[in-house]
């Protein structure tokens, strides 16, 4: 039980790193740093290099980016999440993020720290002996630091300075995880609402008022022959409501809709390390509405500790 389900929380972890990796990262979620095992604490570095690839417009469908405008997002992330009781955990995940685009002569490229964020966890439905049909599950409350700064504090051509929301967000939802023989299921739902900020600049200020978001997670995978290798599918689709803004300018947003696929293969050396690569893709589902889309290959390990 204990290898099947250091495999499944590896699918996590890969997706949190997608919604890190976003160009926008304002219609993406905060996906908490969670045991889902039975562990004493976790720590898990991450790496990955996308492609923006096209871009999804207001009225929806996909409108790709010509070969002449090439913008890339590369990251490296570190989640550490440790027990505090038998059903209490708390976590955090700093991302440190590289964004450049080129467009035909122009250039521009930053680097520096992503929003950070940190969670609590609880258990509430703990995994003391098997059942048939009840999961294992989580909830979970996320506060996330706006440290990676906004589109609306870039500064930098292209915004390539842009590394995340701008606003401090708090979310709440929950995990579940199910393993039936060789196969595992999980879903995560979560929801989360920023707070209001100004901007001050020489034209005056500016008020964001940001609304509600919520996003989803499913994930399949399975485990041939009960082996130490998982190959994994998931699905990810994210919502945002549109931000208002107040002062020098008065209006509202559009808001965002995405969707991202993953293909995941993890494996596991032995009963405390992990190993995964995935490839994520926003251009899969037809579905995403004012957003950049993009395809990002990412390779993780976690090294685990037991209870």
């Known amino acids: 039980m ?9 699918l996590l972890n890969g997706f949190a790193v997608d919604l890190f990796s976003a160009p926008c ?20 570095a991450t790496f990955s290099a996308g492609n923006v690839v096209a871009e999804a417009p207001v009225e929806g469908g996909i409108k790709y980016r010509k070969d002449s405008d090439n913008e890339t997002v590369q990251s490296f ?7 505090l009781s038998d059903r209490v955990q708390a976590g955090v995940s700093l991302p440190v993020i590289r964004r450049s685009r080129a467009r035909g002569e122009n250039f521009a490229e930053a680097t520096g720290l992503g929003d950070v964020s940190v ?5 509430f439905l703990p995994e003391w002996s098997y059942s048939l049909w009840q999961p294992r599950g989580l909830v979970f409350v996320s506060g996330t630091v706006p440290t990676g700064g906004s589109l609306y504090d870039a500064k930098e051509l292209y915004k390539v300075d842009s590394r995340g929301r ?14 039936w023989g060789n196969w595992d299921f999980s879903l995560l739902i979560e929801g989360h609402h920023g707070f209001s900020r100004e901007i001050k600049n020489d034209l005056g200020v500016l008020q964001l008022n940001p609304g509600w978001g919520g996003s989803g997670l499913f994930s399949v995978g399975v485990s041939p022959a009960g082996g130490n290798v998982r ?10 409501e549109a931000i208002a803004t107040e002062g020098i300018i008065n209006g509202r947003g ?7 696929s993953a293909a995941q293969v993890s494996y596991l050396p032995n009963n405390t390390t992990s190993m995964s690569l995935i490839y994520s893709d926003q251009t899969f589902i037809h579905a995403s509405q004012n957003s950049s889309l993009n395809r990002t290959f990412a ?3 976690q090294k685990r500790f037991e209870r």
């Open 2 to 10: 204990i290898k099947r389900v250091s495999l499944l929380v590896l």
């Open 25 to 44: 990262c304002g219609g993406t979620a905060n996906v908490p740093a969670l045991i889902s095992g039975d562990n004493q604490s976790q720590f898990t």
């Open 77 to 83: 992330r570190f989640d550490g999440a440790i027990l």
């Open 119 to 123: 969670n609590f966890g609880y258990e």
């Open 166 to 179: 701008g606003l401090w967000v708090v979310s709440t939802g929950a995990l579940f995880t199910k393993v």
């Open 231 to 240: 190959l994994g599918l998931s699905v990810a689709p994210s919502v945002e």
């Open 254 to 260: 559009e808001s965002v809709a995405l969707w991202t």
């Open 299 to 301: 390779f993780l390990i």
